[in-house]
């Protein structure tokens, strides 16, 4: 049984699109897909460096363009669920056919800008928790005034605030953790300073035609499986503002009786946090076109042919 999952912002790394843009057709397909939202995701995926990929409004597309890309690569694959972290979910939600590409694009250019702009108004950011447990862990954030915007399962959550508060948590952190990690994100998401996004994205989500899943769709929200198309976009225009649990997706994934978990492009932190909390579970990240191989053959082996 295949999950298919696309990694969230922080998993960029500069010119980690150049080797895909080799790749028949790639090329035209981002040239495209960068006139249609007016960002030229070529030159961002090649050329910037690490702060201009930093941006919100240009990590998010970008990563959502190369989940795409790497996903239609791999060749004709339908998987048996769908996830994605924070802004994978919306390349999720084209995996699963409940947007297009072009629309998954064009939303995502909204909330890059939208979160963008929210995270302007107070100087916010996030960092990684390595070790220690949620129960010792998310009350210390609190009694800090951090979030804990993503809590990821495999001895990870992480926190989100304001830059003194995360000072503060680093000078201080919760028993039993043992590193705390700055990640390259401009902003405190899933949190209450994301809230003026909400608006923006719910303006775009009106504006959407979508189509109910195709196959199963698993929310970061709660580890829920969604059948609808509406309730998907519903729970895309809240996330922004409230804390991500693939915690409870990976609990999921295994009542669901995966077997291999493939992630798109940037791949690697999904599968990482998979070999330590789904153990058992075969992985694939797609870091570059090498590792198609690898991933094509692990599909093979984990879904049934249709007959």
Known sequence: ?????????????????????????????????????GLDLVHYGTKADADAIRDTSVAQPLLVAAGL????????????????????????????????????????RTRGLAMAEAAAVTETG????????????????????????NVNGAGQIVAAGTMEQLAALEADP?????????LKVAGAFHTHHMAPAVDALQEA?????????????VSNKDGRT??????????????????????????????????ALVEVCP??????????????VKTVALKTPDDLDAARALIAEHTTPAV
């Open 267 to 280: 791949g690697g932190t999904l599968t990482g946090i998979a070999k330590r909390a789904l153990k058992g």
């Open 205 to 217: 989500a009106d504006g959407l035609t979508v189509a109910d899943p195709t196959v199963t769709y």
């Open 226 to 259: 969604v059948a609808t198309g509406a309730e998907v976009v519903a729970r895309l225009v809240g996330q922004v503002a409230n804390p991500v649990r693939w915690d409870l997706c990976m609990e999921t994934f295994q009542q669901l009786g995966a077997t």
């Open 1 to 37: 049984m295949l999950v298919l999952v696309a990694p969230g912002q922080g998993a960029q790394t500069p010119g980690f699109l150049t080797p895909w843009l080799d790749l028949p057709g790639a090329s035209d397909r981002v040239a495209a897909w960068s006139d249609a939202i």
């Open 69 to 108: 890309l790497s996903a239609a690569a791999l060749g004709d694959v339908t998987p048996q669920a769908v996830a994605g972290h924070s802004v994978g979910e919306i390349t999720a939600a084209a995996f699963a056919g409940v947007l297009d590409d072009a629309a998954a694009l064009r939303f995502v």
């Open 126 to 149: 996030m960092s990684a928790l390595l070790g220690g447990e949620p129960e010792v862990t998310v009350p210390h954030l609190e009694k800090l005034g951090l979030t804990p915007a």
């Open 174 to 182: 919760p028993e039993g953790v043992r590193r705390v990690v700055a």
